[in-house]
T-cell receptor, first 115, second 115 residues
Framework: DAGVTQSPTHLIKTRGQQVTLRCSPKSGHDTVSWYQQALGQGPQFIFQYYEEEERQRGNFPDRFSGHQFPNYSSELNVNALLLGDSALYLCASIRGQDTRSYEQYFGPGTRLTVT | AQSVTQLGSHVSVSEGALVLLRCNYS??????LFWYVQYPNQGLQLLLK??????LVKGINGFEAEFKKSETSFHLTKPSAHMSDAAEYFCAVSPSGSSASKIIFGSGTRLSIRP
């Protein structure tokens, strides 16, 4: 059973460019969350998708947007990249209706470097 | 607003010694609390979780944590440290009653193990 997978593993972009990161949830999971982890800090919640809609959003600007596909996979898009966007981007998944489990599974992350 | 505070950004113990990582939480409602571990260049792995059942929670790899409402604490312990325990540890909180809610992480504690 594959866990949460993310692509690419590493990415280098230039300021002002746009980037798309991808996430495939764990089998059986329908809810995907994205987190940004800056170097030396804890992850910060960006947003969550369920049933192809954004359900919750953290304190991130509109430059950060996302999408969820019918197969539950998800994309994170960041426009007009800033140096401060350099971070590890983590995807987490859970079966949204299973309140007994309460364990979000995290992927290995995508390391984004903005130069 | 909910938050967690991890006391000590870096903890160093000798192999075989007691591991104690401190976490205090702030929440206006009964919270769900978590400890995650992150090994270098990897994603997050759930060590244990408190979801308002038993106050002493046992997790993987010999770790356990005790929920103390009177002290608003959820400290992580392990009786005997192994070299393989060297990693970054994150305490986290989430609103209760919502399995897929966003997770709020602390800033992390780096655990080093001395031979």
């Amino acid at each position: 059973d594959a866990g949460v997978t993310q692509s690419p593993t590493h990415l280098i972009k230039t300021r002002g460019q746009q980037v798309t990161l991808r996430c495939s949830p764990k089998s059986g999971h329908d809810t995907v969350s994205w987190y940004q982890q800056a170097l030396g800090q804890g992850p910060q919640f960006i947003f969550q998708y369920y049933e192809e809609e954004e359900r919750q959003r953290g304190n991130f600007p509109d430059r950060f947007s996302g999408h969820q596909f019918p197969n539950y996979s998800s994309e994170l898009n960041v426009n007009a990249l800033l140096l401060g966007d350099s971070a590890l981007y983590l995807c987490a998944s859970i079966r949204g209706q299973d309140t007994r489990s309460y364990e979000q599974y995290f992927g290995p992350g995508t390391r984004l470097t903005v130069t | 607003a909910q938050s967690v505070t991890q006391l000590g950004s870096h903890v160093s113990v000798s192999e075989g010694a007691l591991v104690l990582l401190r976490c205090n939480y702030s929440s206006s409602v009964p919270p769900y609390l978590f400890w995650y571990v992150q090994y270098p260049n990897q994603g997050l792995q759930l060590l244990l979780k408190y979801t308002s059942a038993a106050t002493l929670v046992k997790g993987i790899n010999g770790f356990e944590a005790e929920f103390k409402k009177s002290e608003t604490s959820f400290h992580l312990t392990k009786p005997s440290a192994h070299m393989s325990d060297a990693a970054e540890y994150f305490c986290a909180v989430s609103p209760s009653g919502s399995s897929a809610s966003k997770i709020i992480f602390g800033s992390g504690t780096r655990l080093s193990i001395r031979p």
